[in-house]
Nanobody
């Protein structure tokens, strides 16, 4: 499996912005379906956004219009630009990868590779 390492999390005030990065190794990002999930304490892991190798992106309802997923295949890195952050966005954010598919996949159980997570805390 590809190895994934997230970075860029931290503490930010409500209304602020952060950009998460996910560096991949042991695999070629360009051939993979990549996604971001998040998990708050006591809650299930939640789909945030995905990016297919063909360039199709998809967003969870709670982040549409505020978050943007992108990738730099040359750098083997996935990004999540987050803006207009709110306290309810507080969570550990995880990068995930799997073989590319035309299906829309929102279930974390269908992703084979995971990073260790990056904490995002939004203060009110």
């Amino acid at each position: 499996h590809v190895q994934l390492v997230e970075s860029g999390g931290g503490l930010v005030q409500a209304g602020g912005s952060l950009r998460l990065s996910c560096a991949a190794s042991g695999g070629t990002l360009g051939s993979l379906l990549m996604a971001w999930f998040r998990q708050a304490p006591g809650k299930e892991r939640e789909f945030v956004a995905s990016s297919s190798s063909g360039g199709r992106t998809y967003y969870g309802d709670s982040v549409k219009g505020r978050f943007s997923i992108s990738r730099d295949n040359g750098k083997n890195t996935l990004y999540l630009q987050m803006s207009s952050l709110a306290p309810e966005d507080t969570a550990s954010y995880y990068c995930a990868a799997r073989s590319n598919t035309v299906r829309l996949i929102l279930d974390p159980r269908e992703f084979a590779s995971w990073g260790r997570g990056s904490q995002v805390t939004v203060s009110s």
